[in-house]
Every structure is written in C-alpha cells, then in structure tokens.
C-alpha cells in the first residue's frame, strides 16, 4: 500500500509551499480512504511518494482515472493567500491504495 502524491513543476512555488500543498493532498485523500485501507497503509508504514506533474491537466486526468479505480484521491486548489491566484491547482494525491493499481497511474512520472 502506498500513496502518490503530485506536485505541478509548471507553477512557480516555493520549497515551503510545494510542502504545504502536498500535505494538503495528502490528509485529503486519507480522509477519503476506507477504514480498512487506511489500516493496511499505516500498519506497513504510510508510504508515500513524490512525482511532479507537468501542469493541471496531468492532475485532473489522474484523478479522474482514480476515481474509475476506486482509489482515494485529493486534488488541491489553492486559496491564494500567499504566492498564487486563488484556485491555483497545485497537487494531486492518489492513495492509499495497492502499490500495483497507484503504479499503473504513475509508474512513467519522474520522482519530484
């Protein structure tokens, strides 16, 4: 069981906000998540990983196919309180779900 989470490259954020918008990701796709998956997931460690997503429209299809999956899923829009334009979307985070279905989605996207 793992967790994917994606991070757009093609926006200008800084290191604190990439880290802010990925935790964002992440906590909504757990709350997503059945009891039992998240159970499995955090017995084996809450594994996650980073891959950057190469604009909007990477996330958007990725959540869309996520959701034909059955997998929880978050996609982020930012506020825009601080660095970018309110509604920004900024990360994506798929999971916790079975290594092998988060693999079939993100196996070719390059680590962060």
């Known amino acids: 069981m793992k ?5 757009r490259t ?9 880290t802010v918008q990925a935790c964002h ?6 709350l997503n998540a059945d009891k039992k998956s998240l159970w499995v997931w955090e017995e084996g460690g809450s594994k996650k990983i980073m891959l950057e ?4 429209n990477v996330l958007k299809d990725l959540q ?9 899923c978050f996609l982020v829009a ?3 309180l601080t ?5 920004t979307t900024t ?4 999971g916790p779900g079975d290594d092998k279905k988060i693999d079939k989605l993100t196996g070719s996207i390059k680590l962060l």
């Open 3 to 7: 967790q994917a989470i994606l991070i």
């Open 10 to 18: 093609d926006v200008r954020m800084s290191v604190g906000k990439k």
């Open 25 to 30: 990701a992440s906590v909504g796709a757990v």
């Open 53 to 56: 997503a190469r604009g909007e």
């Open 64 to 72: 869309a196919k996520a959701r034909k999956m059955g997998l929880p």
């Open 78 to 80: 930012d506020a825009g």
């Open 83 to 87: 660095e970018l334009e309110p509604g």
């Open 91 to 94: 990360a994506l985070a798929i």
